[in-house]
């Protein structure tokens, strides 16, 4: 006999959580997909993702997920044997290079482990020590979704600037839009990917490509280029089917109306702080639970400045994670995240690793009752760990400023709303 029967909570790092409102939306007929509403609905879509993205430039939507969109960059921005240099930070860097050299490219890696952040100065010195400027762009993940890292976007942009090197920056914000603060023009990122099924709290299908002018320029002659991936198109239809090149995601294009509409209510600024606030109400419970190394319990991650606001990756030894997990999905409802890329697959140490996501619609009860569930999980199978890690997380929650408050400290920080396109 089982606890978990209620609603269960999937707390992997995508497919997020889906809104009621957004599941809602997406409950009713098909419509004209030649003209009409669907002419209006698709140019909105395009006009609010902008405004997520901080940006006013170009974007691209796709029917795919997040490995499609590394193909959509890959194939307009390079010809065969160009350059990209790709800063590894964990498994979803490692997947857009590998994608790069099996389409032709030429890639370079700098590779930064998996316990830290893409350090600028190496990529200053990389980029500089190129001199012929063979390197076309610079590829990095905002948040590498397996080791839960954090890139700082614009450090890595000053950078490329201090090196005087015209490499474009491309970023996978596939785990961070909506969940994180990410301003793509202010940063001066020249693209930027994403997916529907993350923080933009809809079903698997959908991909974002958002490229400056800049980039769309320097481009133009990219030989990589076939006609579904092209993003001329895309970025400029006459009709509503060259948006997708093709039928469009109908009930998708519904489900991210709603998403875009909640995303707008709740306003950016609120919205990161919520992710900042839980996922530091996770950490407080590792630390409590590892409580200084006397438990095989830890963060990946030991500097909070590099830790991702929206998937959070752990360890507790001795394969304790996987029987955590187990019990959690058969005792409490709640699914946590594979480790991801920390040991071959396979073996004895993969069992080692686990995250927990809180990206996209997500809140104070969800978060603590995960972490509930996962002290209780703990004592159930008797894996030993510190006292006081669900109340510590409750400390950081009770210390949260609401999203009043938030607003009147963040006067200068645009509300997606308020972001002219
Ligand atoms: C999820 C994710 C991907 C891959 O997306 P899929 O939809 O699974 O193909 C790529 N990059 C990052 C950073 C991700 O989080």
Redesign the pocket.
Known sequence: MSLAHGRPYLAI??PSVMPDRVLQAMHRAAPNIYEGDIEVLAAGLVRDLKKVALTTQHLGIYIT??????EAVNSNVFSRGETALVLGTGR?AD??ADFARRMGIHVEVIDFGLRSAADPARLEAALRADTGHKIKAVFV?????ATSVRNDIPALRRAIDAAGHPALLGV?C??SLACDEFRMDDWGVDIMIA?S??GLMVP?GLGFLFVSDKAYKQCQNADLRTPYWDWEARFFPDYVYQYFCGTSPTHHMFGLRESLDMIAEEGLPAIWARHATLSRAVWAAFEAWGDHGRYDIALNLADPAVRSHSVTAARIGNGQAQRLRGWLEAEAGVTLGIGLGMAEPGTKEADDFLRVAHMGHVNAHMTLGALGAMEAGMHALGIAHGAGGLGAAAQVIAQHKGSAHTKMQDTSVPKAADVPV
């Open positions: 790092p995508g997920n997040g490995h499609g969109m590394w979803f997947g857009w993940t905002h948040m590498d979704t996978d596939i785990a997916a099924q993350k698997p």
